[in-house]
């Protein structure tokens, strides 16, 4: 057993040497987003958009997609700020150690440059010892930075972030990013395709997250939260009580998920996996008849699996709507929110919940809407930037494949560009419809059986309200196409906007922002029904900036060399 | 005859380096021409150009008549390519990208496609990630040579075969020269170029240097010659083109330059040959030559 770590240090040297561009880039723009955006929001959220913030948040569906408020009894800016974002930079985090781990675990050997490491006087574990250690160095940095960034950050005003609690929401991060890395590493065990390993990783990053979702919506489940190192993160709660002892169980969990992938991996060959890989068929089936097809065929299974993911999480809402209407009738913020346009809601003061939501029933009714319909409205474009992930995944493919000097030998066999690039582009125009309507039959479906009134809720206004984020993800998908055919090179950009995007979504529902800020993003012009109205017009020069991307990609796509992103 | 190759003063610049300078290069069709040159000298981009993945910075490249870039697609119908590192999807097997590749080109001849594969000794059920480069390769090339096309583009296609491979690779390149297909080869292994090319070019730092057949090129350079005779001979090292002179007794061995030959024999003439052996310079020699004039 002796000499299996031989000269770990000597790679974690060279692997950070590796990192000092993609790492750097990382944390600096969490620094930016995370803390940088304090000062920003400390002017933007008073004490009283806060309280409205943290109501809409007290929402069952808020609390499925952000975790539990627990900054509701002393809502200051910072306890408010890091119990709502948590949750989400958490989840950042953690796909930049997904990638971390890959990079030097799995890709290496997939691509044959670990062999040549391997060949040098090193231990046989000291390839992936050395790229836990740099997980460790990396969100080390990461922790300190972030943390003394929060404490700068919040010296704006009566933030109330401490030293100690912007360490700990530091250290938390850090944390959460070292359990994601020894997760990685160890489903990087299980497959010999960088592929595949990457899928496990974020499907596990996704059943962590919805893990959470159940044990933060039904109270006497809150263990099943606490299973989750994402649910874990919010109990430090962070500029409230400051709790350090999820911090001690996820560093425990890391040392045994690390320590199974370190004996999977000194006991498998090199280039293997866990799962061995089956022979298949000899003839090409017939998708494998056109550059579509192929397209397609490589990513078929990603598709129908976000498909159902959608799906499920769509369900996942679905269970919660029938809540809200009692939440609602229980809510004096929610009510004004939502009941202000249409009754006086001083009518349910002091009144039984049962009697407040048919009081309110009534009212809504007479308006033509219900509550479920403004929730499934709301929830509805959640999704939609959520599922843009996906649509944008779809896209770059067409990316992946030149940077793996695949797309070439598909050119060479006579396929025009235009038709190449038009299957990437074709699927992720048709999934932004598929993913849409997936929430939408999802929550429906689930909603139907948990509703109080099953006919508060119509097939037809989920699907409506579903499928009106379709053309501001066809403008996103168009922004990514364009990206790929002229600076191929920063498509990363789209992936930064998605997040800007989502941050908007989060915290534009309660008007802080100026309106123009809004619309900065195409969900901004994206009417939320039953409210306001679908607007034709403003649908149609949607559908037609996207067309203008896409074909503007196209054109560029044509005009420039192929395997210049390698270089 | 038409040609399949046209080049008239092609540049490429990536950025601010110039990875071709100025190649003018003229290939018929059903020719078989060889590619060579040291690691980095262009041959790749050259290739690339032709099949349209890059374009010229200047300068004229057609394939068949046709444009490169402009007509890609149309040109792509009538050509093969086998690049020398090949990259598949991990997840499909070798039978269904030789598939794929074949319909895509527009050919289907399903008992060609049988024979290659037992030709080549391949298992296509296996998936492309679990097959060793030499294997990749195999795929490759049973898609190139199970298409009915006109041109074959092959760049360093064998780097990875085993010798018994490398003949089947040249038998299949024999097939297709003597049914009157083209051949682009870009290769480093001398004895296949040798074997195969009616003609070569050789390309160093981006410029083309050398164009013929090999004995075109042969008489650019000089043969070994290995004499003994009655008397010793004097003066040798007095005539123009002769050098590297090592005697041992009687014997002398030299290098002559081609057009000095005949000088040279009249020179030998008076001291009595008794045994006379000159031996053209072996493609090697030539690119060492050429190679070497870098440094
Ligand atoms: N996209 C690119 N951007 C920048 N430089 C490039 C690019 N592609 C090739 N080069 C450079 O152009 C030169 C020629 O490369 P090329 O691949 O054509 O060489 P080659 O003759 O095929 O070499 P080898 O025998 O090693 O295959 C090299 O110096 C290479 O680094
Ligand atoms: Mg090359």
């Known amino acids: ?567 | 005859m038409s040609l399949s190759v046209e080049i008239k003063n092609l540049n490429k610049y990536f950025g601010k380096f110039q990875a071709l300078k100025d190649i003018n290069l003229e290939i018929k069709e059903g020719e078989v021409f060889a590619y060579i040159g040291p690691n980095g000298a262009g041959k790749s981009t050259t290739i690339r150009t032709l099949l349209g993945i890059l374009q010229a910075s200047s300068g004229q490249v057609k394939v068949f008549g046709k444009d490169a870039w402009k007509d890609a697609v149309e040109i792509h119908k009538r050509i093969a390519y086998v690049p020398g590192d090949v990259n598949l999807w991990p997840n499909l097997t070798g039978g269904e990208v030789i598939d794929l590749f074949v319909r895509l080109r527009g050919s289907h001849d399903k008992a060609l496609r049988e024979r290659l594969i037992r030709d080549f000794n391949l298992d296509p059920t296996k998936k492309c990630r679990t097959y060793s480069k030499g294997n990749r390769q195999k795929v490759a090339l049973v898609a190139a040579f199970a298409s009915d096309v006109d041109l074959y583009i092959l760049d360093e296609p064998t780097s990875g075969l085993d010798p018994l491979m490398e003949q089947v690779f040249q038998d299949c390149v024999m097939e297709q020269k003597n049914k009157g297909k083209g051949v682009f080869l870009s290769s480093h292994i001398m004895s296949e170029v040798e074997r195969l090319c009616d003609r070569v070019g050789i390309i160093r730092e981006g410029q083309l240097v050398e164009v013929g057949t090999l004995d075109d090129l042969r008489h650019l350079t000089s043969y070994t010659m290995t004499v003994s005779t009655e008397r010793p001979i004097e003066g040798l090292e007095n005539i123009e083109g002769v050098y590297d002179i090592a005697k041992e007794g009687y014997s002398v061995k030299f290098q002559v330059n081609t057009d000095k030959m005949g000088i040279v024999i009249n020179h030998l003439q008076p001291f009595g040959i008794t045994k006379l052996e000159s031996t053209p310079p072996s493609l090697e020699e030539l690119f060492m030559r050429h190679y070497g004039a870098t440094s």
């Not at chain 1, 781990?101 to 997939?110: F, Q």
């Not at chain 1, 922002?513 to 020069?541: D, H």
């Open chain 1, 1 to 567: 057993m002796k000499g299996l770590f031989e000269n770990s240090l000597q790679l974690t040297r060279f692997m950070l040497r590796r990192e000092r561009i993609t790492s750097a880039v990382w944390i600096v723009l969490l620094l930016i987003i995370v803390a940088g955006l304090v000062p920003g929001m400390y002017t933007a959220l008073d004490y009283y958009a806060r309280l409205e913030l943290i109501s809409v948040f007290e929402n069952p569906a808020m609390v499925a997609m952000a975790g539990p408020v627990f900054a509701a009894e002393n809502p200051t800016f910072g306890a408010v700020y890091a119990n709502l974002m948590f949750v989400f930079v958490a989840l950042t985090v953690g796909i930049m150690n997904i990638f971390l781990i890959v990079r030097h675990t799995r890709a290496d050997e997939e691509k044959g440059r670990y062999e040549v490491v391997r060949s040098l006087p090193l231990g046989r574990l000291a390839n992936i010892n050395a790229a836990m250690i740099t997980a460790l160095i990396i969100n080390g940095i990461l922790a300190i930075t972030m943390g003394l960034a929060m404490y700068l950050g919040g010296m704006v005003g009566d933030t109330y972030m401490c030293l100690a609690g912007s360490m700990l929401w530091g250290v938390g991060l850090g944390v959460t990013g070292l359990v994601f890395a020894a997760l990685t590493a160890l489903l990087c065990q299980l497959s010999a395709i960088t592929r595949s390993v990457m899928a496990y990783s974020f499907v596990t990053l996704i059943v962590l997250y919805l893990v959470r979702a159940i044990g933060d919506m039904n109270t006497d489940l809150e263990w099943v939260a606490l299973i989750s190192p994402l649910g874990l993160i919010l109990r430090t709660q962070v500029y409230i009580q400051n709790n350090w002892w999820p911090i001690w169980i996820m560093l425990g969990t890391t040392a045994v998920v690390a320590a199974a992938a370190f004996y999977l991996t000194s006991i498998r060959d090199i280039d293997q996996g866990m799962i061995p890989a089956k022979p298949g068929k000899a003839d090409g089936g017939f998708l494998l008849k056109s550059a579509p097809g192929l397209t397609f065929r490589l990513q078929r299974f990603t598709i129908i699996m976000i498909v159902v993911g959608m799906f499920i999480l769509g369900g996942t809402y679905g269970a919660v709507l029938a809540d809200i209407e009692s939440f609602v009738a229980s809510n004096e913020m929610y009510q004004t929110l939502i009941l202000g346009p249409f009754m006086d809601i001083s009518v349910l003061e002091g009144l039984p919940v049962d009697e407040a939501i048919a009081i309110m029933n009534q009212a809504l009714s007479a308006a033509g809407v219900t509550v479920a319909e403004m929730f499934s409205g709301f929830i509805n474009g959640m999704m939609a930037v959520m599922g843009l992930a996906a649509l944008i995944v779809f896209t770059t493919k067409a990316k992946s494949e030149e940077k793996d000097i695949r797309t070439e030998l598909v050119l060479a066999a006579s396929v025009s560009r235009t038709k190449y690039l038009a299957g990437f582009v074709a699927i992720a125009m048709i999934s932004a419809i598929l993913l849409q309507a997936a929430v939408a039959l999802g929550m429906y479906a689930v909603a139907t059986t948990t509703l109080v009134n099953p006919g508060d809720l119509s097939i037809s206004f989920v699907l409506r309200s579903a499928l009106v984020f379709v053309p501001a993800l066809w403008i996103m998908v168009g922004i990514t196409v364009l990206l790929v055919g002229l600076l191929p090179k920063a498509t990363g950009f789209i992936w930064g906007y998605l997040g800007y995007s989502f941050f908007m979504d989060m915290f534009g529902r309660i008007d802080i922002f100026p309106s123009w800020v809004a619309r900065t993003t195409p969900f901004g012009w994206v009417p939320l029904l039953p409210l306001e109205e679908i607007n034709w017009i403003t649908m149609a020069v949607k559908v037609m900036i996207a067309i203008a991307l896409t074909a503007a990609g196209f054109y560029f796509y044509n005009k420039r060399d192929i395997n210049a992103v390698n270089h």
